[in-house]
Each structure stands twice: as structure tokens, then as C-alpha cells.
DNA sequence: GCAAAAGTGTTCTTTGTACACCCATGG
DNA sequence: CCATGGGTGTACAAAGAACACTTTTGC
């Protein structure tokens, strides 16, 4: 058996999650990808599938799961988070096109390439419950009104600011950068950064964090 | 790179936590498996595995991540659980010894495998949060304090028998058989069976069930 | 001075935890 | 009749959800 690699990355942008995808020769859409016949360490290898069709580089990456392509391979797949903004995504050698798709309105994709995007789905939502994936997908320096609205278009409803802002800060996965930004309307925002350890979105899911002492994050 | 498969067994008995483990030819000890040079899909290999070293069939079993063997191969690991008095365990062909040690007192292993244990270990951990395990540990039939002590053997420290007893009635994941069990002095218990579902064993862990709507299971 | 978003604090309800007691059996 | 484990119910503490109000800016 041969050994593949593919990556499911995901981004919000414009309300939605979104779904990296590229075009190489056919028609069809198909996820970063690498192999069969990869020869690198794993996560190395995912790591350049994404840079290979994107460009993208250095941006948060979890090996998801393996699954039998009939028999013949095995596909390690990954799940990426990225701030859209802070890497632009462009073609890669031999790459026609790339895009962002919203992760409900995908075209026909590769073969099995749409369980891994299911998988990804599923594995980042549950992450919400208990580490800050937020910060992946936000820029450097970010106000809790963006943050809330990400966990928002995460879990598809919506969350009480004051009790999300108590949370949050609670935790003690953000931490201020002093500066604060005006938007145009309204009173500026405080602009934070994030300061590592886990976090919950809310209280069912915080208290998920203190049971799994160590979580189901993967080794190394 | 060739795909090899290897499983990380885990019984609980004589109050503690345990893993399978055989000798084939060498003096060093291993976990089942399979490979280099897998053929069958991942899922089969894996529980032939451990029907090939052991003679156990049908235990329950699930993915748990994928390692780089220094270049060289991929390791997919396994997580099963099984109860050793259901299934006793006998060395098959080619097999010299098999044995149940302690988790937290293993022989050197072969290359690699102790981040399998581990992970395996934090993995079984995590799940008790959100599903039933103790179920795959135990026989079919069994009382509440027995899987009581199951749980207590996994999370490392004693729960209170009554909050136990409402909890896993609460949530539906047993049934009564029917039948009861004088096990010598005292009052003989219910014996009850899975009846599907999932579980938290404690308050945080419960919430958990709720928040993670399908939780993290793998897929298929 | 009004709309819009940021930021602060309090009340109420739900949920978990601790615990006292009775039941059934073997020795 | 007492020790041992099984089974039932209650009181208290903690944590989450809902919510009212003030602040700072742009227009």
C-alpha cells in the first residue's frame, strides 16, 4: 500500500466557513494534496501540500485521521486552520486555480476527498470545545467582537457578548496589546493576541476542558 | 513508505489498567501487528492482528493515529478494549508468549510503540468523557459496582457510589436484564447490560456529551 | 444627540456534589 | 445480629444563562 496525504483546510470569511480547494489538470477539485509515494515525515508533508497549491505557510495543522483508498493506498488526512487575510492564497506550479469555498456549497470532489472534509468539520467543531481555535483563524491582533464572531459561524448560533467577554478573558487565552481600533461606528475595540492555553466557549464545553486533564490532543 | 498497523489492547483487572503484549521471536516484547506491507483494509488488519498474536475476536476497536517510523514506514495505530475474562488469550502460530502487564509497568517495547501505549492510554482517558467504555471492558452481564470499578481504575480515583448509580441510569446506557448476582456477602446486585448510548461518568463529562453534538468519533 | 458597538456587573436557574438512610444477604 | 455491598432520596454549593446599564466613538 501506498501512502497519500490531504489536507482539509479551513477558513472564515464573509460569515462562512470556508473550504481551501485547487484545480491541478482536470477538471475536478481536490484538496492540498501530496503523494502517493510521499516520502517526508507526515506532517512536513502536509505542510508543503498546502504551500505547494496555495502558497500558505506556517499555519495550524493537526493530523485527522487515515483512511483506505480501496485497498490500494491509504490517505493521511489533515486538518489546517488559516487566517484568510494574513495568507493569501495564490496558484501554485502546475496549479490552475485556487479557491475558498463555503464548507455547504463544495463541487464534486476527488475521490473520498469529501470525508475528509467531513471529518475536519466535525474534529473542529469539537475542538471549540476545548482549545482556542479561534486565534487560528484570526489575525495576529484581533478585538472580541471578531473572535465572538468566529465561534459564532463555528457552532452556526449566536453567543451573548458579556458572558462571552467574561469567558474569554477568564481563561486567559488572550491577553491585550494596548492598542484599541476604531471600525468607523461605535466605541473602539481593545485589540488582544492570543496568550496560548485552552479555551471553552461556553460552559458546557468549558467544563469539558477541566475533565479531559489532557485533552485528546494528538502526541508530539 | 510501507504501512505497518499496531494495536494497543487495554483489559482492566486486578484493579488495574492493562495491556496486551506478546513475544515472537526475539526477546523483545510487542504489541499485535501487522506489516510491513499491509494489504487488507486498515480496520481488518488491525483486528487480525490481535486475532493472529492473541486468538481474541470481535473486541471493540477503533483508529487512533498514524506515525512516522523514522522515514521509513507509517504506523497506523490502534486502540481496543476488550474484557480478558470474556476473552482469554492464548499465543497463536509462530507466537512464543502472550501476557497482560500492568500499563504503568511495561517491559521495553519495540521501536515506537511506547507513544502508542501512551497515546492509547490518553485517548481511552478522553473517552471516558463521552462514551460508554467501561461497557467494552466488562462481560455482558454485569452489576453497576462493577462498572463502577472499571471507571474508577480508569480516571484514577473513587466516585460515589449513589451519583454513579443515578447517572448511568440517567442517561439510558445500560438496561436491566432482569436477573440479579449474590456474589457471597451482601446483598445480591442487578445485572444489567449495554443498551447503546452515550455516557459521562461525572458532572463535567457529562456536559460534554451534550455540547459535542457528535462528539469526535472517527468516521465509519 | 442619536445610533452603534464596547465594556461592566448582578440575578436567577440549572446542575453537580456530598451525604444519611434503608434493604437484602452470608456468616 | 452484624458486617457487607446494594439501592433510594435530600440538602447544599457551584456554575452557567439571561439580562440592564454605562461608555465611547462616528455621523
Redesign the pocket.
Given at each position: 500500500m501506498s501512502v497519500r496525504v490531504e489536507v482539509a483546510v479551513f477558513t472564515v470569511g464573509e460569515g462562512r466557513l470556508q473550504v481551501l480547494l485547487g484545480r491541478v489538470g482536470g477538471g475536478t477539485w481536490t484538496l492540498p494534496a501530496a503523494g502517493p509515494g510521499v516520502t517526508a515525515a507526515l506532517d512536513d508533508a502536509a505542510a508543503r501540500a498546502v504551500e505547494d497549491m496555495a502558497g500558505a505557510r506556517g499555519i495550524a495543522m493537526e493530523q485527522l485521521y487515515t483512511f483506505d483508498r480501496d485497498g490500494a493506498d491509504v490517505a493521511v488526512a489533515y486538518l489546517a486552520l488559516i487566517d484568510a487575510g494574513r495568507h493569501p492564497i495564490a496558484p501554485g506550479p502546475d496549479v490552475v486555480e485556487v479557491r475558498w469555498f463555503a464548507h455547504d456549497d463544495l463541487p464534486a470532489l476527488a475521490d473520498g476527498q469529501d470525508a475528509v472534509v467531513a471529518y475536519g468539520l466535525q474534529r473542529l467543531r469539537a475542538k471549540t470545545a476545548y482549545a482556542p481555535v479561534a486565534v487560528n483563524l484570526l489575525p495576529e491582533l484581533f478585538?472580541?467582537?471578531?473572535m465572538q464572531a468566529v465561534y459564532e459561524v463555528l457552532l452556526g448560533r449566536a453567543l451573548?457578548?458579556?458572558?462571552f467577554?467574561?469567558?474569554v478573558?477568564r481563561a486567559g487565552v488572550v491577553e491585550e496589546s494596548g492598542d484599541?481600533r476604531?471600525?468607523?461606528?461605535?466605541?473602539?475595540?481593545?485589540l488582544y493576541r492570543s496568550a496560548g492555553g485552552r479555551f471553552a466557549v461556553?460552559?458546557?464545553e468549558?467544563?469539558a476542558v477541566r475533565a479531559l486533564s489532557s485533552g485528546d490532543d494528538p502526541p508530539a
Open positions: 478585538t472580541l467582537g471578531e451573548d457578548a458579556r458572558n467577554r467574561r469567558d478573558l484599541v476604531g471600525e468607523g461606528r461605535g466605541r473602539p475595540a481593545r461556553d460552559a458546557r468549558r467544563r
